[in-house]
């Protein structure tokens, strides 16, 4: 990883883990794949970090920029795949 994570610096210590916990899950369903269940919980608690619908849009476009990773996709997949099973999503990772 060569870039940092989106992150308000209003939040408190323990929201910033727990948001670049959410980012880290992301990059995990597209790099290995991870449990749907994981990545839930950890958007669940991204949500109430960011209930915003914008700020949310906001920071999956920086992290998209910095990264090539798709957050929408990754958290649209937990609605498709039922629990227990793996979300591995295939698009490539732009370079930049």
Excluded at 36 to 46: E, I, N, S
Excluded at 71 to 82: D, F, L
Aim: hydrophobic residues 30%; proline residues 2%.
């Amino acid at each position: 990883m060569d870039y940092q994570y989106p992150i308000d610096y209003t939040w408190s210590t323990d929201e910033i883990v727990d948001a670049i916990h959410f980012f880290e899950c992301i990059e995990k369903a597209y790099e290995n794949g991870i449990d749907r269940d994981v990545l839930l919980h950890a958007y669940r608690r991204f949500k109430e970090i960011v209930p915003g619908k914008a700020q949310e849009k906001s920071l999956f476009n920086e992290f998209e920029e910095v990264s090539g990773y798709a957050s929408y996709q990754a958290v649209k997949s937990i609605k498709e795949i039922s629990s227990g099973k793996k979300i591995k999503i295939s698009q490539q990772k732009r370079k930049h």
